[in-house]
């Protein structure tokens, strides 16, 4: 007769987890016991339970299925919140296993309880405690089917004296769900949009919920002429070979993004929950496509929105569509984005700096010649596998992964891009790699990132998981500093005071290396690249780079040229 746990165990392996990431403790005994005796699933023990409950995300993430991790009673549970936290504003499943105290303690506030209904309560679809061992058939997938129709965080509490107890064996059968089918709007309401996109200027505005929907964009895009800004996570499916799309917006963006948005008639918005709306144009006619109803017109107000799968919405409106008579916004959108990113580019260029058009700014942002970021990133770009999969800490990594790599091929991109949480990059890259480890991985974390959760290298070691891991070391939580100087402040509390972080790795048992110099970095980058196991590249960057946004006020403009002559004289002794 089974247990609870050898149930739940090999429920989850016959739908295909492959992994349970976590911290093994008392109550979760009976469950990892279960793993041990379970060929099809593999144990990955994290340094951190947030690490764990990271890595389950971004399973989820590159598979579309849900992910597993663990915690243990109390602290061990507590700890993996902020990874749920990333997993629901991702809107993908995971399924938390969590242990609590016997039942008879339950309330009593036993060693280490912590109500888990009630803490988990904002960040799960679902959360409920098996209290006697004939619920865990039941629990257990609503708890799937939850986080897979909800696409959020599913969380199933077993207490310690639970875990071990047999099921009846007239328990029935798990079975799972499989996803829903896609819907497509009302005709009336796609004849609706096509009039309302007729011979007008439209910039289409791209997200992920238009990933899988690549060919219609592009066809939707050719006959309405219109210039397409892609969200940060958009990249990965809709950027490569896309003769129409102009980059970012946002505090990553550019001003060709920024200028298509906002010199447009009509806005259509295709899968994308674009969570910034100061960076939205006003004074629009705006048409939304999203599979989730909540979504529209939660961040600008909609004149229209359909409500259906983009790819099935998208392909019944383009027989409706008559395309403008002119292509001059697109052109000029495309002209803007070409310009910039050219002058992008030769910031990539080690020997810029000694060239003309770059030694004033040296003399501004960079007098001792430090590495530039942008060189790092683009490096990453050429020699990175076409396949490869990128992960990014929130900050400065994410600008220039977003400004200077492409995602050709079949790249993924994963990031805490909703979040916006520290220290993802790592954990993430290890759960993508556990999924497949022939596939590159690389993760572009930041030194601050990368030391707060710093005990997962020794995971990517124990567990083979072969990551590269390429830090942007400037010494700086880079993208607070970015805010204080446009603020008018100058920078305080952001300097870290970092080791060797190469000679940290080593010690950790991976491969290596720390570049300085300029000259350096493309030879290191494919060293790193090329390890056969976990690798970190250490390059210590320029502390001090601009990366000003599109869209810039002159009161920003101003903080930041006073915050910097602050910062000058502080260095200088000034006062």
């Not at 058939?137 to 509490?157: I, K």
């Not at 990933?211 to 499916?237: F, I, Q, T, Y």
């Not at 940290?504 to 491969?511: K, N, P, Y």
């Amino acid at each position: 007769m089974p247990t609870v746990a050898s149930l739940l165990v090999s429920a989850l392996a016959d739908h295909g987890v492959s992994t349970v990431w976590g911290v093994v403790g008392d109550a979760l005994n009976p469950v990892t016991d279960s793993i041990r005796r379970e060929d099809r699933i593999e144990w990955i023990g994290v340094r951190h339970e947030e690490a764990g409950a990271f890595a389950a995300g971004a399973q989820s993430q590159v598979t579309d299925r849900i992910g597993v991790c663990a915690g243990t009673v109390g602290p061990g549970s507590v700890h993996l919140l902020n990874g749920l936290y990333d997993a629901k504003k991702s809107h993908t499943p995971v399924l938390a296993i969590c242990g609590q105290v016997p039942r008879a303690e339950i309330g009593s506030d036993y060693f280490q309880e912590v109500d888990n209904d009630r803490l988990f309560s904002d960040v799960a679809v679902f959360a409920q405690t098996v209290m006697t061992p004939e619920q865990l058939p039941s629990l257990l997938e609503l708890a799937v089917n939850t986080a897979y129709a909800r696409r959020g965080v599913a969380v199933l509490t077993i207490p310690g004296d639970v875990g071990g107890a047999e099921v009846p064996g007239d328990a029935a059968d798990l079975r799972f769900v499989e996803q829903y089918p896609p819907g497509t709007p009302a005709p009336s309401l796609v004849q609706r949009a096509a009039d309302a996109l007729n011979g007008r200027k439209v910039t289409m505005l791209a997200g992920i919920g238009a990933r899988e929907a690549r060919d219609e964009l592009l066809a939707a895009a050719e006959e309405l002429a219109a210039p397409v800004v892609l969200s940060l996570k958009a990249k990965e499916g809709l950027e490569r070979d896309n003769p129409y799309q102009v980059g970012q917006s946002g505090l990553i963006g550019n001003p060709a993004a920024q200028y298509a948005l906002e010199h447009c008639d009509t806005l259509l918005m295709v899968g994308t929950d674009f969570p910034y709306p100061e960076w939205l144009p006003s004074g629009k006619t705006v048409i939304q496509i999203d599979a989730d109803g909540a979504h529209i017109g939660r961040r600008t107000h909609v004149d229209l929105g359909l409500v259906g799968d983009a790819a099935a919405t998208l392909a019944a409106l383009q027989p409706l569509l008559a395309g403008p008579t002119d292509r001059a916004h697109l052109e000029s959108s495309r002209e803007r984005y070409t310009s910039w990113a050219g002058r992008q580019e030769a910031l990539a260029d080690p020997d810029h700096d000694r060239k003309a058009t770059g030694r004033l700014r040296r003399l501004f942002d960079n007098p001792d010649h430090a590495i530039r970021p942008e060189q790092l990133a683009d490096a990453l770009d050429r020699h990175a596998a076409d396949d490869a999969v990128f992960t990014t800490d929130t900050g400065m990594p994410t600008v220039w992964l977003s400004r200077f790599v492409t995602f050709r091929g079949t790249r993924r991109l994963l990031g805490s891009y909703n979040l916006g949480s520290m220290a993802n990059a790592l954990p993430q890259a290890l759960g993508v790699s556990a999924t497949d480890r022939t596939r590159q991985v690389v993760a572009c974390a930041g030194d601050g990132g990368l030391t707060m959760l710093l005990g997962e290298l020794i995971t990517a070691v124990a567990h083979r998981l072969p990551v590269t891991v390429v830090v942007f070391d400037n010494s700086r939580l880079g993208m607070v500093k970015l805010e204080q100087e446009q603020g008018g402040l100058p920078e305080h509390g952001t300097e870290l005071a970092n080791p060797d972080l190469a000679a940290v790795a080593r010690a950790c048992g991976l491969h290596a290396l720390r570049v300085e110099k300029p000259g350096d970095v493309d030879d290191a980058v494919v060293e790193a690249l090329a390890h056969d196991g976990p690798s970190l590249l250490d390059v210590v960057v320029n502390a001090d780079e601009i990366s000003l946004p599109p869209r810039t006020s002159v009161s920003q403009a101003w903080g930041f040229a006073v915050a910097k002559m602050d910062e000058t004289l502080t260095s200088r002794g000034g006062s």
